[in-house]
């Protein structure tokens, strides 16, 4: 009876242990285990370049169909993935218990999402893209068309199939390495709002690009979406760090365009090999932590002479502030090397700004004085910058005046005033002495 | 033989009656003590209202008995987040340093008390200690039985038991007492000459600038009285001996606060000092007494003093420049006549007389000089000399009527008509009595007291508050008026018929159940003894004797009725109407006593459920009882020297909730309070006190414009509201859900339906009510984590999965 049941036991614990070991955590923010939904299992061997990047990077993919009936994210209020890539533009609903608001609510508790929508992208795609700022062109059957910059083939086309090169001018994101060739787009066109400052563009279309019904007349009026306003991959960090891309197209991960070769019209330059491998497989480098992450520790600050860190500051004081700074380099913490982090010293407006300096090991380091104010002052530390997640460190000190005895006691321009007070006196005395006994 | 007798009788007599009166005066004490304790016995032994949790937490943190910790505290995150505060530069000790005082020597004698005890019990006991102040003074002024009288009338004087029953733990608690003792005992030293009385009166006043800013009142009173007497050609060496060492002592005071610098004062005044050479050595000590006084007080001696309360914002700029002015002119004044006197006294009448002319015709031409400069500057300047300060002196209602922060507070409004019955009842018909009594003959006591309720007359006038100061004046008035009343009276029955006066003994003895008479029989047996003013009591006799005893007996009945009736407002004042520490209310219905507990029901959800650190924002009014009760820390508080941070908190309340969110989040607040009344008709709410959070914050921030929430000039919350008052944030947040209790939103309080019923929240989320809706707390939601874009299709999110979360909270209406 025992040795069943302990063995029950040890089965529940060994199904729990990897989910133990391998949860997201603070200390290592890169994913782990993620969900993917397809609308067509055959996309498994379509796009398997990409899944396989994924996989030789560590990452445990679970394939789903979109309407699997058992599709869960979350279980006993614990979320089982650190990860959902949809690559299911079509589907109306998902199976199981996920919606909409499972997939927003995965992701406001800092969890990360792909999504790829495509031509004929459903409501539940648009919604999700719309709920994280992307706005797909609202007319279903719109697709980018570029008749500039297509990518040459050898059939002419309706130049659908763009190539596109504008990316976003950042190292955190895409990697250190240059994109050269330009990457394969065949999709729907999406539009941000400007005001929205979390939403990036990843790839941007060229400015001669519209969305539209490619087998359609153009009608006299413009466009809805045209130009560089169209982004064709876009991606958000939210506040809590989740990081979100959305692609306009679903063909850009797959095997046929990752191998394909591109010449982009009207240039000369032939690539055997489309960029889409290289910025896609950076993209999602970005997009699961393993690049781009920063944490904060051991913010500290003392009187300068001191080595503890004291409840409360008198005005005037002299005081040295440090914190550390590491980044995430995919396995472990790496310093961070910067010449832009700052400190406030801050009370409704910030009182102290200075620019921290580093020693290269992570320690970033200042000092100064405090200001002739009192009040509850904090040091704040608010660093932002494209594409790393947003530090925004603070801690609270008050800063008390002058006790009653800790003004100077004697200052040299009263000097003529005590020396008049004493001669008053003595003069006072001796005249008196000499009114009173002096007949 | 018989002289012998009767002098031995006299003194027999006389020790009867010093033995009678300490026994009246002992239980008048136990009267003003007991007549106090109303509140506790109702309710229960707590703090009351705003301030003294105040003055009760720094008591009871600091038990301030170290004077460089009092002095020196800076009470950080607590108060007022982030400005801070330093308690020792914005307090006035006397209060919190009196009530450790008592609680250290009890625990001495081995008497365990609370603090909060000592606390509680501090204002009656000194109510007992100023009846005995009062009686001092009165004394000095006309005599022991007027003095027993006013000692009496003060002891249950309604405006004083407003401030002073069990619980008011407030400066004014203990200034009362500071005040008339002061005045006991400048009169004292104006009557005996004493240089022993001028230390006191000197220490006295120490005490009394410790304790409240009312101070400025004692120190312009008495240059005042100090002027009449040399315009009415009445300077003495007593005088000189009553004011200057005084004087100093405000002199010190003064330059300690220009100067900031201990040594600097001290040579000024010594340099003033040359002047009079007999009274020289005792004036260095109250030079060198004034002046560590004077800088004892970090209250006074740093500039914050002036704006630290609403009393010194409000008088204290007037009296401010008042002071240092009065003072300095009079003080020179006082020498200028002593030194006329004293060389009058060296030289012949007729080299006076030359002296006279030519000082008279040299200071003429200085004068013209001064006055012309003076002209030429004030012409010169844009302003033509009128700044705001000048404008309060002449016209005291100038705060109030352009600094909104002081108009709003209740208090500082002028009083009406009816609040005079009420605070001082019957001794207002009695006042104009004294006057004339005081008059009889006049002396420089008497004067000094008809100067006193002239002018604090004026002063309550002025605000309600002040009704404080009229309240002992008017003691003092009416005691002597009734004590007059019943001499004259006695007199008159006694000389009529001698078989009379054992008839009206006995029916005094009948109706004894008033102390005041009791006294008032005191003050005739007094009398007889009292050979100081046989004149007085013949001219009485002589102009009294045309009477008929009838009309003697009646009316001295009737002053009898008159004082029963008094005591029965006092007592019903004490009882019902200034007990309520107004942080528990009862109301009586049909079905019974309802209480209302709401305040301590939110602020102890707000010490349990939220963070040490968390801010919570509400009107300054509830800053001291959130810090005091839940232990949070405040953006305002009641000490309302910043203006511009209350300001802020206004603006916020009146914007709508997308702004107020952010400034709210820009001063790290993480909750909100707000008070409401409109569901049980509580008239005191949020929603009442609005329109002064607007003018506050418009004052600061010209873009709140109060005509934007009136209608028609009106202020209404109803359908005709304006929309810029349905969407501000204090109707939001007092309204939120308020029509789910009855359905259609009644408000009670301003007996309307409320005009926006369904609407929701996006920045703030309710997270306690209280059981009667009369407090409740908001929490800032956090920035929301993605921002949306603009494609309308997809369904709302938040307002599903707020309201799922809400109904957890959702209250029923518990009248329902």
């Known amino acids: 009876m025992a040795a069943p049941k302990f063995a029950f036991l040890l089965l529940n614990l060994i199904s729990i242990l990897p989910l133990l070991v391998s949860s997201f955590s603070v200390d290592r923010p890169t994913d782990r285990r993620i969900l993917v939904l397809l609308d067509d299992l055959s996309l498994k061997s379509s796009h398997s370049l990409f899944f396989s990047s994924l996989k030789s990077r560590g990452f445990d993919l679970d394939f789903k169909l979109a309407d699997d009936p058992a599709i869960a994210v979350k279980r006993y209020g614990q979320y089982m993935y650190d990860g959902l890539i949809l690559l299911s533009p079509s589907t109306e609903r998902f199976g199981g218990s996920l919606d909409v608001e499972g997939v927003l609510d995965f992701v406001d508790s800092g969890h990360d999402l792909i999504v790829a929508a495509d031509a004929n992208a459903s409501d539940l795609i648009r919604n999700i893209a719309a709920e994280c700022g992307v706005d797909f062109d609202e007319d279903p059957s719109a697709v980018v068309v570029d008749h500039s910059s297509y990518a040459v ?10 190539a596109a090169d504008d990316f976003i001018q950042s190292d955190v994101i895409l990697g250190n390495k240059k994109i050269e060739a330009p990457v394969l787009f065949k999709g729907i066109g999406h539009s941000l709002n400007p005001a929205n400052s979390m939403v990036l563009k990843a790839l941007s279309a060229s400015p001669s690009s519209y969305s539209t019904n490619p087998s359609s007349k153009l009608s006299s009026q413009p466009p809805s979406l045209y130009g560089t306003a169209i982004s064709l991959v876009s991606v958000v960090q939210a506040r809590n760090a989740a990081r979100i891309m959305i692609s306009g197209s679903l063909d850009m991960f797959s095997n046929r365009l990752f191998r394909a070769g591109v010449q982009k019209s009207g240039s000369l330059n032939k690539y055997e090999k489309s960029g889409n491998e290289q910025f896609i497989t950076e993209l999602s480098k970005w997009i699961f932590h393993e690049r781009g992450h920063l944490k904060a520790v051991n913010l500290r600050h003392n009187k300068v002479g001191e080595s503890e860190e004291p409840s409360m500051y008198r005005i005037n004081d002299d005081l040295e502030f440090s914190v550390e700074i590491f980044e995430w380099s995919g396995s472990s913490w790496v310093p961070h090397v910067s010449k ?100 | 033989m018989a002289t012998q007798e009767t002098s031995q009788s006299a003194t027999f007599r006389h020790a009867f009656g010093n033995v009678l009166s300490f026994a009246v005066l002992l239980l008048i004490g136990v009267m003003a003590f007991s007549i106090r304790l109303f509140s506790v016995i109702k309710y229960e032994s707590v703090i009351h209202e705003f301030d003294p949790y105040f003055n009760y937490r720094v008591t009871q ?30 307090v006035y000790p006397g209060l919190t340093l009196t009530a450790g005082t008592l609680w250290r020597i009890l625990n001495s004698m081995n008497i365990p008390l609370s603090v909060e005890t000592v606390c509680v019990f501090t204002a009656p006991v000194f109510s007992a200690f100023a009846s005995l102040a009062t009686y001092l003074l009165t004394k000095e002024i006309k005599g022991a039985g007027a003095g027993l009288t006013a000692a009496a009338l003060l002891a249950m004087v309604p405006s004083y038991i407003s401030r002073s029953v069990a619980g008011s733990y407030d400066n004014e608690a203990v200034a009362i007492f500071a005040l008339i003792f002061t005045f006991y005992l400048y009169i004292k030293t104006l009557n005996t000459g004493s240089l022993f009385y001028a230390t006191l009166n000197a220490i006295a006043y120490f005490y009394m600038v410790c304790s409240w800013g009312g101070y400025t009142f004692i120190i312009n009173l008495i240059p005042m009285h100090v002027l009449l007497c040399i315009v009415t050609g009445r300077y003495s060496p007593r005088l000189y001996i009553a004011y200057a060492p005084l004087s100093l002592n405000v002199v010190s005071i003064r330059m300690l606060n220009i100067t900031f610098r201990r040594e600097k004062a001290a040579s000024s005044q010594a340099s003033s000092l040359i002047s009079e050479v007999k009274l020289g050595i005792v004036r260095v000590v109250m030079v060198v007494l004034g002046t560590l006084l004077a800088a004892l007080v970090p209250v006074v001696g740093f500039n914050a003093v002036m704006t630290s309360e609403h009393f010194a914002s409000f008088l204290g700029h007037a009296a401010n420049l008042q002071m240092s002015f009065s003072n300095s002119v009079v003080f020179i004044i006082i020498h200028v006549v002593a030194l006329v006197y004293y060389i009058k006294g060296i030289l012949s009448p007729q080299m006076f007389k030359v002296a006279v002319t030519l000082v008279v015709s040299v200071g003429m031409v200085v004068c013209f000089a001064v006055l012309a400069v003076l002209i030429a500057l004030v012409a010169s300047s844009p302003t033509k000399g009128w700044s705001g300060r000048s404008l309060s002196l002449l016209d005291p209602t100038y705060a109030s009527k352009y600094i909104p922060i002081i108009a709003s507070v209740s208090e500082h409004q002028p009083p009406t008509w ?36 002239v002018t604090s007359v004026y002063f309550s006038g002025v605000m309600v508050r002040l009704m404080l100061v009229l309240a002992p004046a008017a003691c003092i008035m009416s005691g002597i008026a009734l004590s007059e009343a019943f001499d004259a009276e006695n007199f008159l029955i006694k000389a009529g018929d001698t078989t009379k006066v054992t008839q009206n003994d006995v029916k005094h003895e009948k109706s004894e159940d008033t102390i005041k008479e009791r006294s008032s029989r005191k003050s005739k047996k007094k009398d007889k003894e009292n050979i100081e003013r046989p004149s007085l009591v013949s001219q009485v006799e ?96 009641n000490n309302t020297w910043n203006n511009t941070h209350i300001a802020t908190v206004g603006t916020a309340m009146s914007s709508p909730e997308k702004a107020a969110w952010d400034i709210f989040n820009s001063l790290d607040v993480k909750y909100v309070l707000v008070v409401f009344g409109g569901l049980v008709g509580y008239p005191s709410d949020d929603i009442n006190k609005f329109l002064w959070m607007v003018r506050i914050g418009g004052g600061v921030f010209p873009h709140i414009k109060e005509p934007d929430y009136l209608r028609d000039g009106q202020y209404r919350i109803d359908s005709q509201a304006t929309p ?27 007996n309307t339906e409320i005009g926006k019923k369904h609407f929701k929240l996006t920045h703030f989320e309710e997270v306690f009510t209280t059981h009667h809706w009369m407090v409740r707390i908001y929490k800032l939601k956090s920035p929301r984590n993605r921002i949306r874009g603009k494609t309308k299709k997809s369904k709302s999110k938040s307002g599903t999965s707020t309201s799922s979360k809400r109904s957890g909270t959702r209250k029923k209406n518990p009248w329902q």
């Open chain 1, 340 to 439: 832009d982090v700052q400190v406030q010293f801050y009370m409704m407006s910030p009182y102290v700004l200075k620019t921290l300096s580093t020693n290269g090991k992570g320690l970033y380091h200042t000092s100064f004085k405090v200001p002739d104010v009192y009040g509850v002052f904090q040091f704040k530390v608010e660093y932002q910058k494209l594409g790393y997640t947003s530090l925004s460190l603070s801690k609270q000190i008050p800063v008390r005046p002058f006790k009653h005895n800790e003004y100077e006691r004697f200052i040299t321009t009263a000097f003529p005033y005590y020396g008049a007070s004493f001669s008053m006196m003595a003069g006072f005395f001796i005249f008196s002495g000499v009114y009173l006994y002096n007949k």
């Open chain 1, 153 to 162: 083939s050898e059939t002419e086309g309706d130049h659908t199939l763009i």
């Open chain 2, 724 to 750: 810029t008052m349905l969407n501000c944030l204090m109707y939001k947040l007092s309204y939120f859900r308020f029509v789910e209790t009855d359905g259609r939103g009644f408000d009670r309080v301003r």
């Open chain 2, 61 to 90: 943190v600091r038990l301030v008995f170290v004077y460089g910790i009092f002095a020196n505290s800076f009470l950080r995150d607590q108060f007022v987040y982030p400005l801070g505060r330093v308690i020792g530069g914005t």
């Open chain 2, 418 to 453: 009816p609040s005079y019955f009420m605070d001082i009842n019957v001794l207002a018909f009695l006042v104009p009595a004294g006057i004339i009594a005081c008059f009889f003959p006049l002396s420089d006591a008497s004067s000094f007291a008809v100067l006193y309720i």
């Open chain 2, 542 to 637: 002589k102009r009294l004797l045309v009477l008929p005893l009838e009309t003697s007996v009646i009316a001295v009945f009737l002053l009898v009725l008159l004082g029963a009736f008094y005591v029965v407002h006092c007592v019903w004042a004490a009882a019902e109407a200034y007990s309520a520490p107004s942080i528990v209310l009862t109301s009586r219905s049909h079905d019974g006593l309802h209480v209302f507990d709401d305040f301590r029901e939110a602020y102890a959800w707000l010490s349990h459920n939220t963070e040490v650190d968390d801010k919570v924002a509400s009107w300054w009014d509830y800053g001291y009882q959130t810090t005091a009760m839940a232990n949070r820390t405040v953006i305002v508080d």
